[in-house]
Structure formats: structure tokens, C-alpha cells
């Protein structure tokens, strides 16, 4: 327990007057996010660097001819080096000459064609439900109190979560968890999806003008509602697609399956060049709806809203100049090998299945399940924290190389390998004094400066508390967080969609130029954590077609009211 003290922080909440007629207060505790930075291991910074040279071996050799190339011409004058030029060239018979150009025009063929296609993102949308689905979280905590599915004790948590939620008062519910039925149907469901998907593709073929049947490659990611046929099937039927399309259905990956779904679109689209490919992200929010008392079961009523995005992706070179950005690196990191990370029922891992006791379970993290009525939900852990500081930590750290400086590498590598080296043997040397833990600060760790390397931020918005311990892990700005705040605050937690929420917001304030980088963080259950880097290829104008219009103007003010 000692050495998770650093990982807790506490508050004092003012409860009002009691029935008694006295003030009251409690303290309250919160876990924060491990403070990863100061502790990285080795393997994921080899990991980054081995994905570094195995792309750059080509930047490497090219300096070297150069400098040899250079060296040795250098050394001649033009008169001596045109007689050179001349004399080489006279030894050989005009079969040798062709010979020799053919085949240089052939090595540099081949390692065009070898090289990977280039991924453009031609254009987004993200679905902006009508205001008849507009909630504020008072109207929230009314909808849930009219449904008649919670106790007085319920809604007072959920109103209390809402509070210091860091959601505003312009999130989309579908009404029908005010319902007093059961709203986790196969019905409802599907009209949910239909009607967030179809809303984002609408926007997203008008946007780009691109026909339904142009599109090979379709990737469909949806965690919880999982219908037989499939979403894919439904919006291919929708748009009536051709036959040879490539469909895949993504289920139960969490929040983080957005960017699965990109690298499962590239993968696709480096094995079919000339190719379109549509990837979809969404949630359903009323088939999640949990109408049980479990409070960390509530939980997830309290963030997730609705919400859907589309995105439509190239590998056609002539799309270049119409594109948006590049895709410029996908790094994953899944530590679901991790019993505490995956979290499942006791003896539930492989060879323990005959040991499996129904009804007894050791939940860590994140995990479906139903609670003591049946009542079928997300429990989230107070685990959830400390676990996903660790996959971000992986996640970063191999990231690094691929994007940071020349500057900050050498100094995060240099400084990593000291601590590792002399760290440790101080560590042991002070052990026998009783005062090693002195001694190991004496040693600090070099932060990598992660706004040396992109200029904008798309962090998953999953809720307030976390935004502000990834803000201060990472050492970035208000302004760096202010797309992910503006997000959680205007649409709440829309799951895989949210990362793209926040594109869009730096997309209507105008702020993508040409050049800029944008890192997209995601994670989710599993325990799992993704990183997207994206290149604008252009100045980004502000769209004509935004979720953001007609409410943008008013943020970042409207995150301090």
C-alpha cells in the first residue's frame, strides 16, 4: 500500500446542511494516472527504434554515397572531371551503356513499387444528432428518474459524477432510456446505429463526392451492439455497395478501436492499391444503458453520448493534391497478456476453464458482465487508472523515436540509459544505508517535450479526471488540451468517435496549416492504447458541413463557466 501513496490524492467536498442543521463534509480519494513518464523500460524504446530503422535504412545509406560521391569528385577539377567522364564512357560499346542505364532504371522501379503506398485521408464527418436527442445533465438525471429503473440513491451518484464529469449541458441521449422498457433491444439498437451511421456517411459522400460504389474497402468498429447481419452488411445494403467489397466488422475492442480500424484500412489498402476505403466508428448508447444499482456499472451512463464518424481513405497518388493529411505512423500497444489489464471471472484463463466458478469474479479493469438482478452492463475498476497509465506509458515510449527530434532522443536515450546503468547500482549501493530512495531521485528523468513533435492534440476525451493527469503527464498546454476539453464539454464521451470530434474542433477554429502534425491517442478496454499520426498535406480551411458550427465561437470559453 505504501508505495501506491503517491498514486492518491484527496479532496474535501462541502455536503450542505445536514437534517441535523450542521455543515457537513467528506474526503474524498482519487486515484491519479502513474506518473509514467518517470519510469520507462528499455524493450519499448528498442521497440520504437527497431520500427525507425527498418523505415529509415533507405536515409541512412543515402548520406554515405553522397559524402563518398562528393569526396571523390571534389577532389577534381571540371576539365579533369569531364576527361574522366569521357575516357570511362569510351570503353564501353553502346550495348554496355543501355545495358547498364536499363538496369538502373529498373532498381529504381522496384524500390518505387516496394516502397509503401502512401494513405491519404481525403475527408471526415462526424454525425451531429438533431436537438430533439439535445440533453442538459439535468434533463439527464429527469430522463433516468422518469424511467423508473433507479432508486433515489442512484440518481444522487450519477447526478454527482455529472458534476465533476466535465460534460456540459448540449450532449445527445436517445430518449428512450427515459423509457420504462427495456431499451438494451435488438430493435433499438439497430435504429440507433442507422441513424448515427447513416447520418455520418450522408455527410461524408457529399463532402467528398465520391459514389458508394467507388468505395473496395469498408472497416465497421462497434464495441458493445454487435447485430447478426452485421453493421457492414447494414450500411452496405443501405448504400447498395458492390459485391467484391472488402467488409469487416470490428466488435468489443473498446474505445480505442477507431484507430484498430485505420490500421486494419491501411493494411487492406497497401494489399489493394488504387482503392477507397471507408472506415466507420460509432457507439449505441441506449443498447448500453445499464438500469441497474452497481455503481461502478452507472458509471458509463454518466460519460457516453451519441455519436458517430466516417472517414474516407486513398491510396491513389492523383488524390494527393484533394487530400486533407497523410498517415504518417499507427502504433499499438495491447497488454491484454496482463491478468489485471484484461480483467475476466476467476479461472478464466487458458487451462483454467474447468476451475471456473459462475458468479465469482475478480473484475481489474474493464468488463461486461451482468450485476446480482441480471442486469447486463460495463463495470469499470478504480484498476481502470493505474492500468491504462501503464499502456500509455508503452504506447509513448515506442511512439518516441518514430516522431520526437534528434534533440530529445539523444537526451531521453542518454538519460534512460544513465538512470538504468547508474540508477540502479546507486539503488543497491544506498540499500545498505537505508537511504536508497534519496539517493534514486538524485538521478532525474528527461521528459521528451512531445510538443517538439506535433503541433495538435486529439486525446481520447474520456472524462475530466483523466484529461488532466494525461495533461500533466505530458507536460502539455491548456491549448494542446483544449480540443479534447471542448469535446468531452460539447459532446460528452462518444467512445471510438471522439478523437475525430476533436479534429473536427481544430478544423473549425482553422488552426490546421499545412505541415502541422496530429497525434490521435486513444485507449480502451483490453487493456489496450493507440496512437495515429497524421500530416496535413494543406491549409485547412473552416467546412462548410462541421458539427462544430454555430457553437464553436463560444469555446474555450465556455470550458471556465
Known amino acids: 500500500m505504501a508505495r501506491e501513496e503517491h498514486l492518491l490524492s484527496t479532496d474535501i467536498v462541502n455536503r450542505g446542511i445536514s437534517d441535523e442543521g450542521s455543515q457537513t463534509f467528506s474526503v474524498r480519494v482519487r486515484r491519479r494516472l502513474p506518473d509514467f513518464l518517470q519510469s520507462v523500460n528499455l524493450k519499448y524504446v528498442k521497440l520504437g527504434y527497431h520500427y525507425l530503422i527498418k523505415h529509415g535504412i533507405y536515409l541512412a545509406i543515402l548520406p554515405v554515397l553522397v559524402l563518398?560521391?562528393?569526396?571523390?569528385?571534389?577532389?577534381?577539377?571540371?576539365?579533369?572531371?569531364?576527361?574522366?567522364?569521357?575516357?570511362?564512357?569510351?570503353?564501353?560499346?553502346?550495348?554496355t551503356v543501355l545495358s547498364f542505364v536499363a538496369l538502373f532504371v529498373f532498381t529504381i522501379s522496384l524500390y518505387i513499387m516496394s516502397k509503401p503506398r502512401p494513405i491519404y485521408l481525403l475527408d471526415f464527418a462526424c454525425y451531429k444528432p438533431s436537438d430533439d436527442f439535445k440533453v442538459t445533465k439535468e434533463q439527464f438525471i429527469e430522463?433516468?428518474?422518469?424511467?423508473?429503473?433507479?432508486?433515489?440513491?442512484?440518481?444522487?451518484?450519477?447526478?454527482?459524477?455529472?458534476?465533476?464529469?466535465?460534460?456540459?449541458?448540449?450532449?445527445?441521449?436517445?430518449?428512450?432510456?427515459?423509457?420504462?422498457?427495456?431499451?438494451?433491444?435488438?430493435?433499438?439498437?439497430?435504429?440507433?446505429?442507422?441513424?448515427?451511421?447513416?447520418?455520418?456517411?450522408?455527410?461524408?459522400?457529399?463532402?467528398?463526392?465520391?459514389?458508394p460504389?467507388?468505395?473496395?474497402?469498408?472497416?465497421?468498429?462497434?464495441?458493445?451492439?454487435?447485430?447478426?447481419?452485421?453493421?457492414?452488411?447494414?450500411?452496405?445494403?443501405?448504400?447498395?455497395?458492390?459485391?467484391?467489397?472488402?467488409?469487416?466488422?470490428?466488435?468489443?475492442?473498446?474505445?480505442?478501436?477507431?484507430?484498430?480500424?485505420?490500421d486494419l484500412a491501411r493494411d487492406m489498402l497497401q494489399a489493394n492499391p488504387n482503392n477507397y476505403a471507408v472506415v466507420v466508428s460509432g457507439e449505441m448508447v441506449g443498447y448500453n444503458w445499464y438500469p441497474g444499482k452497481e455503481r461502478?456499472?452507472?458509471?458509463?451512463?454518466?460519460?457516453?453520448?451519441?455519436?458517430?464518424?466516417?472517414?474516407?481513405?486513398?491510396?491513389?497518388?492523383?488524390?494527393?493534391?484533394?487530400?486533407?493529411?497523410?498517415?504518417?505512423?499507427?502504433?499499438?500497444?495491447?497488454?491484454?497478456?496482463?491478468?489485471?489489464?484484461?480483467?475476466?471471472?476467476?479461472g478464466a484463463r487458458t487451462g483454467d476453464l474447468k476451475d471456473f466458478v459462475p458468479g465469482l469474479y475478480v473484475v481489474r479493469c474493464i468488463y461486461q458482465e451482468e450485476d446480482s438482478q441480471r442486469y447486463k452492463g460495463l463495470k469499470i475498476s478504480k484498476d481502470l487508472v493505474e492500468v491504462?497509465?501503464?499502456?500509455?506509458?508503452?504506447?509513448?515510449?515506442t511512439l518516441g523515436?518514430?516522431?520526437?527530434?534528434?534533440?530529445?532522443?539523444?537526451?531521453?536515450?542518454?538519460?534512460?540509459?544513465?538512470?538504468?546503468?547508474?540508477?540502479?547500482?546507486?539503488?543497491?549501493?544506498?540499500?545498505?544505508?537505508?537511504?536508497?530512495?534519496?539517493?534514486?531521485?538524485?538521478?532525474?528523468?528527461?521528459?521528451?517535450d512531445y510538443k517538439l513533435a506535433f503541433e495538435h492534440f486529439c486525446?481520447?476525451?474520456?472524462?475530466?479526471?483523466?484529461?488532466?493527469?494525461?495533461?500533466?503527464?505530458?507536460?502539455?498546454?491548456?491549448?494542446?488540451?483544449?480540443?479534447?476539453?471542448?469535446?468531452?464539454?460539447?459532446?460528452?464521451?462518444?467512445s471510438s468517435s471522439s478523437i475525430w470530434y476533436e479534429l473536427a474542433y481544430l478544423e473549425a477554429k482553422e488552426k490546421i496549416k499545412r505541415g502541422d502534425r496530429v497525434w490521435q491517442i486513444a485507449f480502451g478496454s483490453g487493456f489496450k492504447c493507440n496512437s495515429a499520426v497524421w500530416?496535413?498535406?494543406?491549409?485547412?480551411?473552416?467546412?462548410?458541413?462541421?458539427?462544430?458550427?454555430?457553437?464553436?465561437?463560444?469555446y474555450p470559453q465556455s470550458l471556465t463557466q
Not at 560521391?69 to 574522366?84: D, T
Not at 449541458?169 to 435488438?186: C, F, L, Q, R, W
Not at 476539453?485 to 460539447?490: C, D, E, N, S, V
Open 213 to 262: 460504389k467507388d468505395v473496395g474497402v469498408l472497416v465497421v468498429n462497434c464495441s458493445i451492439f454487435n447485430p447478426t447481419p452485421s453493421l457492414s452488411a447494414m450500411i452496405i445494403n443501405h448504400y447498395k455497395m458492390r459485391g467484391n467489397i472488402l467488409s469487416f466488422n470490428l466488435g468489443g475492442m473498446g474505445c480505442s478501436a477507431g484507430i484498430i480500424a485505420l
Open 535 to 554: 500530416k496535413a498535406i494543406r491549409r485547412v480551411k473552416k467546412p462548410s458541413t462541421n458539427p462544430w458550427l454555430g457553437c464553436v465561437d463560444r
Open 401 to 448: 523515436p518514430l516522431v520526437l527530434p534528434l534533440s530529445e532522443q539523444l537526451f531521453f536515450f542518454g538519460n534512460l540509459v544513465w538512470r538504468h546503468l547508474f540508477g540502479n547500482k546507486n539503488a543497491k549501493t544506498n540499500n545498505n544505508n537505508n537511504n536508497n530512495s534519496q539517493q534514486a531521485n538524485n538521478i532525474k528523468p528527461y521528459i521528451p
Open 459 to 494: 486525446v481520447y476525451a474520456a472524462s475530466k479526471t483523466v484529461l488532466d493527469e494525461l495533461q500533466r503527464n505530458l507536460e502539455l498546454s491548456e491549448e494542446n488540451m483544449e480540443a479534447s476539453r471542448a469535446t468531452l464539454h460539447r459532446f460528452g464521451n462518444t
Open 143 to 211: 430522463l433516468a428518474r422518469n424511467s423508473g429503473k433507479f432508486d433515489e440513491s442512484s440518481l444522487k451518484f450519477q447526478k454527482r459524477i455529472l458534476e465533476s464529469s466535465g460534460i456540459g449541458d448540449e450532449t445527445y441521449v436517445p430518449k428512450s432510456i427515459g423509457s420504462s422498457e427495456n431499451t438494451a433491444t435488438m430493435k433499438e439498437g439497430r435504429f440507433e446505429a442507422s441513424t448515427v451511421m447513416f447520418g455520418a456517411l450522408d455527410e461524408l459522400f457529399e463532402k467528398t463526392k465520391i459514389r
Open 296 to 346: 461502478s456499472m452507472l458509471i458509463p451512463n454518466c460519460f457516453f453520448r451519441m455519436g458517430c464518424s466516417a472517414l474516407l481513405l486513398s491510396n491513389r497518388r492523383r488524390d494527393y493534391h484533394r487530400a486533407k493529411y497523410s498517415l504518417e505512423h499507427i502504433v499499438r500497444t495491447h497488454k491484454a497478456s496482463n491478468d489485471r489489464a484484461f480483467s475476466g471471472p476467476a
Open 388 to 397: 491504462g497509465g501503464d499502456a500509455l506509458k508503452t504506447n509513448i515510449t
Open 68 to 95: 563518398v560521391f562528393s569526396a571523390e569528385v571534389g577532389s577534381l577539377s571540371r576539365e579533369e572531371l569531364w576527361r574522366k567522364v569521357w575516357d570511362s564512357t569510351t570503353r564501353y560499346d553502346l550495348a
